[in-house]
């Protein structure tokens, strides 16, 4: 079974310009989660997902980031326009419902470094 | 408010030695609780958990941690470490019973480990 992937790894962008990074779940897991990590600093909530609704977006530090998650299967996580201290790790998780058997594992992908300059 | 605190930002080992991670939690109730290891150049792996019952918890990799409920604390053991340890550990909690399962990790301890 493919675990979460995260697209792409590594994104070096200018200030001021816009990035999509992109999470593809494990397959059958409704809840999809983002996070970041700050150089220096803990991994940090962004927002839930279950399918295409958004559980929770409380960490979501500005109207610049927007997620999507058409259709209740991967996501997207546009930064526009990208300022410095954007850069960081992007993780993506996910897991199943715990209606369905799951427990609250979060299974995470590997990240995307964003780096802007 | 909810917190995780991992007071060792470094540690370094010897190989072979003994291992304990601290980690230090701040909730109304007993979160769920989760260790995680990042190594270099790979995502987050889930090394242990603990929900409910016993509170020595084993994991992947000859890991095992205790809950102790006096103390908040879910530290990390490992009694024999391997160079292959070398890695972030994260240590994470999951307020039981909330709407959204988000996760709070701790700041993370980097582990070195002398040949």
């Known amino acids: 079974e493919a675990g979460v992937t995260q697209f792409p790894s590594h994104s070096v962008i200018e200030k001021g310009q816009t990035v999509t990074l992109r999470c593809d779940p494990i397959s059958g897991h409704d809840n999809l989660y983002w996070y970041r990590r700050v150089m220096g600093k803990e991994i940090k909530f962004l927002l839930h997902?279950?399918?295409?609704?958004?559980?929770?977006e409380s960490g979501m530090p500005n109207n610049r980031f927007l997620a999507e998650r058409t259709g209740g299967t991967y996501s997207t996580l546009k930064v526009q326009p990208a300022e410095l201290e954007d850069s960081g790790v992007y993780f993506c998780?996910?897991?199943?419902?715990?209606?369905?058997?799951?427990?609250?594992?979060?299974?995470f992908g590997p990240g995307t470094r964003l780096t802007v300059t | 408010a909810q917190s995780v605190t991992q007071p060792d930002i470094h540690i370094t080992v010897s190989e072979g030695a003994s291992l304990e991670l601290r980690c230090n939690y701040s909730y109304g109730a007993t979160p769920y609780l989760f260790w995680y290891v990042q190594s270099p150049g790979q995502g987050l792996q889930l090394l242990l958990k603990y929900f409910s019952g016993d509170t020595l918890v084993q994991g992947i990799k000859g890991f095992e941690a205790e809950f102790k409920r006096s103390q908040s604390s879910f530290n990390l053991r490992k009694p024999s470490v391997h160079w292959s340890d070398a890695a972030e550990y994260f240590c994470?909690?999951?307020?039981?019973?909330?709407?959204?399962?988000?996760?709070?990790f701790g700041t993370g301890t980097l582990l070195a480990v002398q040949p």
């Open positions: 998780a996910s897991s199943q419902d715990v209606r369905q058997g799951g427990t609250y594992e979060q299974y």
């Open positions: 997902f279950v399918k295409e609704s958004k559980q929770d």
């Open positions: 994470a909690a999951c307020p039981y019973g909330g709407a959204t399962n988000k996760l709070i």
